[in-house]
């Protein structure tokens, strides 16, 4: 089972991540399961000299085209060094990111913006479950600023926007057939949440929607 965390940047993913790695782990030694992790927008490669051209180079780190190119990059590279066949997965973003971010970018078309990904990113399974962080783009906003970091071209309150609304006609649609079977829950993120708040409410629905299916097989 390959679960998955998507949301926009600050909408506390990470946070969330982290503490589902600890809730796992738990789980899969209570019950004798297995557990891989699958992060397949971070540099799982430092070594590599594309890597450390497009880290040092702002004007790379700009362009869409070669963002595309060094994400697919990382994505076969952890689709080639995880253990799909473990009890379950759990994935800090997947190629759904990479759909959302591509989308509609090439005249206006979801078919030719989901090819171009699946074409890049070909070796990557899709996720079984997605837990979708919703925030609203003022907390999103606010929560970017406040990490006193630079902005990234995707973390524009107009990339925002395009994303978020990306992400919900994804979701919503059935355009992305190879997404046909991902089963999607959003989870909202509220201004007054504690990342505690958010671990149990996610924890709790994957206790319902999925850990129980796990020992049932």
């Given at each position: 089972m390959y679960v998955c965390l998507e949301g926009l940047d600050g909408s506390g993913k990470t946070t969330l991540f982290n503490g589902?790695?600890?809730?796992?782990?738990?789980?899969c030694k209570l019950h004798g399961l297995t557990a891989?992790?699958?992060?397949?927008?971070?540099?799982?490669?430092?070594?590599?000299?594309?890597?450390k051209l497009y880290n040092r180079n702002s004007r790379l780190k700009n362009s869409s085209l070669f963002r595309a190119f060094i994400y697919s990059r990382r994505s076969n590279f952890v689709a080639k060094n995880t253990n799909w066949n473990s009890d379950f997965v759990l994935g800090d973003r997947s190629i759904v990111t990479s759909y959302v971010t591509r989308w509609r970018k090439y005249r206006g078309s979801a078919k030719l913006s989901s090819?171009?990904?699946?074409?890049?990113?070909?070796?990557?399974?899709?996720?079984?479950?997605?837990?979708?962080?919703?925030?609203?783009?003022?907390?999103?906003?606010?929560?970017?600023?406040?990490r006193n970091q630079e902005i990234d071209i995707d973390e524009t309150p107009k990339r925002s926007m395009e994303m978020r609304a990306a992400y919900k006609e994804i979701r919503d649609s059935a355009l992305i057939s190879r997404l046909g079977k991902t089963h999607w829950v959003t989870v909202p993120i509220y201004d007054e949440d504690e990342p505690v708040d958010v671990l149990d409410r996610t924890w709790k629905i994957l206790e319902e929607n999925v850990l129980q299916l796990s020992l049932k097989e």
């Open positions: 589902l790695k600890i809730k796992f782990d738990e789980h891989e992790i699958a992060c397949p927008t971070h540099n799982s490669n430092p070594d590599s000299l594309l890597e090819l171009f990904v699946d074409i890049m990113e070909s070796k990557i399974p899709v996720p079984d479950f997605v837990i979708m962080l919703d925030a609203s783009p003022e907390l999103l906003i606010r929560r970017l600023k406040a």
